[in-house]
């Protein structure tokens, strides 16, 4: 559905590849840039609490999360170019205003700035490659997209680790590093993004045909099963943004590596969470029947892998740990919930439908900074944080097998007229 530009640049697909995959990379840079050096932020801004520090993700999370539904309405109505550069714009602005901070407050101001600007995104992103990426490889090529996550991932983790923690460079100039990034990123979707001029001008015909499918996509996306999505989603996401912004301290504080390494040690969670999304994104793309069984397998993997972490023993174990759980992670299992939630919905809300589904899903990513903070400050450590993330993943395995999977082998027995699967 939706593939018509595709007829007229063949190769169009692959350039939004690439383009998409930079966005990624620029927001994950921005992302993880500050937390391996939480303590210089910490020491420049009066010595605030791990609660104060917390809260930057968490107001970035914040504002991302309730940006998702808005976002998806107006890229539906407005198209994918209209929404991405304004965007970007005001993510570099958010980038400078972080930088220039004195005060925790100003830092805030600029997270803020950030997650209003970079929620427009995901929507955006993925209902563009499920327009025009052929569909025998949509898994495999939101893979490659995601994939600018855990490149951003790196670069932040190790630039900032090198750059402030070991050559000593202020860590506002990171900031204003990456907001030259982003308008060049920002350029890059100019020249490679076509506005959709067919989505106003065809609305008519396609609404004749999905009229009735439309009517019913509000009960639809709250279905039991849909919710069932949105929690695994949920889990999937807590665990991975705790990581995220709090592995490095974890690492520094109660296992004791240098910070100067410690970005190094974290970023393998990223390196190896590319070939695992390429290789399980491929493979269902092959065998799409195995979907569900592949999905309660990686979230029983995080899970197991994520409590390893606590429970290394010495550096070689937490070493694996990390690895496995790069592998068998959040962006293992993102583009094949993608992939199922983008062929369930007409196209004409599709970014819509990517909106709900990544705002229940990114609700965690509020929750866990701010929550993983508050547990290391009142109990002085945080492991119980890890169990949480743990416990989330398995329940969410449970609940998928119990709502998704074996509603869908009765399905199958009685041929759904709706369904594609």
């Known amino acids: 559905m939706g593939q018509t530009v595709k007829k007229n640049d063949p190769n169009y697909y692959k350039k939004i590849i690439f383009a998409l995959c930079l966005g990624w990379v620029a927001i994950w840079i921005y992302r993880t840039i500050l937390t391996p050096i939480y303590p210089q932020i910490q020491e420049s801004l009066g010595n605030i609490s791990d609660t104060q520090v917390g809260l930057i993700a968490s107001i970035y999370f914040f504002a991302y999360t309730g940006m998702q539904i808005p976002s998806g309405i107006l890229v539906d109505k407005f198209g994918q170019k209209r929404v991405l550069i304004p965007a970007f714009i005001i993510f570099a602005l958010a980038a400078v ?23 427009s995104y995901y929507g955006a992103a993925f209902s563009l490659s499920a327009k025009y990426m052929p569909k025998d490889k949509k898994s495999f090529s939101n893979a490659i997209i995601n994939s600018g996550s855990a490149l951003g991932m790196v670069i932040g983790l190790v630039g900032s680790s090198v750059l402030v923690g070991g050559l000593e460079i202020q ?17 890059v979707f100019t020249l490679f993004v076509k506005q959709d001029k067919k989505t106003a001008t065809n ?4 609404d004749k045909i999905t009229a009735q499918a439309t009517v019913s996509q509000g009960v ?12 695994v989603y949920f889990a999937t996401c807590y665990g991975y943004y705790m990581i995220v912004t709090w592995l490095p301290s974890f690492l520094v504080g109660e296992k004791g590596f240098e910070q100067g390494s410690v970005g190094y040690v974290a970023a393998l969670v990223a390196v190896t969470a590319v070939p695992g999304a390429l290789i399980f994104s491929k493979y269902i793309d092959k065998n799409a029947h195995m979907r569900q069984k592949l999905i309660i397998f990686l979230l029983i993997g995080a899970a197991v892998t994520i409590s390893l972490t606590v429970f290394a023993p010495n550096p070689s174990v937490l070493y694996v740990a990390l690895v496995l759980y790069g592998l068998l992670g959040k962006l293992a299992i993102d583009p094949v919930l993608i992939t199922y939630v983008t062929d369930s919905v007409p196209s004409n809300s599709m970014a819509k439908a990517l909106g709900i589904f990544n705002f229940f899903g990114m609700t965690s990513s509020v929750i866990a900074p701010t929550l993983t903070g508050y547990i290391g400050d009142i109990t002085g450590s945080k492991v119980l ?14 609940l998928f097998f119990l709502v998704v999977m074996l509603k869908e082998k009765k399905e199958k027995k009685v041929i759904h007229p709706l369904t594609n699967e």
């Open 171 to 187: 860590w506002n100039y990171m900031l204003y590093m990456i907001a030259v990034l982003i308008v060049a990123v920002t350029f």
């Open 220 to 231: 639809e996306l709250f279905s039991i099963k849909k919710l069932a999505i949105y929690f």
């Open 385 to 398: 944080a890890f169990y949480i993330a743990a416990i989330l993943l398995a329940a969410a395995a449970i």
């Open 203 to 206: 609305e008519t015909s396609e």
């Open 97 to 119: 205003v972080i930088g220039s901070s004195t005060t925790i407050t100003q830092v805030y101001v600029g997270a803020l700035m950030a997650g209003l600007s970079t929620g």
